[in-house]
């Protein structure tokens, strides 16, 4: 199993992105879902997740500004945004994938591909 945190600021796309990883990514489990930055900085230390999907703009912090604030960075990232502008500074930062919303389900499949590959090679 996948442990996994979902962080973005807006709760139906936390519904959304938790439905479809439950019904196209069964070896995905989400251990925690957080509506904001600060939130998901407890969440992280707490939990100690193998996967975050982050949204990149929210209150207070956004997702970059969020990753920016942790000190070891051990878990892969998935950001999720309706923004395409950011993806550049998101693979920078070694992100698994960009997913734009609403996430295609074919996207998402492939992206939870790569991170399965990622923890299987280490």
Known sequence: MIRSLI???EQNCIDSLAFDLGK???EVEIIETCTSPKQGLVSIRKQKPDLVFLDVQMPWMNGFEMLEVIEE???SIIFTTAFDQFAAKAFRLSAIDY????I???DLKDAVKKVSEKIAFK
């Open 7 to 9: 962080i973005d600021d």
């Open 24 to 26: 196209y990514c069964p």
């Open 104 to 106: 295609d389900t074919n």
């Open 73 to 75: 960075i051990n878990f």
């Open 99 to 102: 997913l734009l919303k609403p």
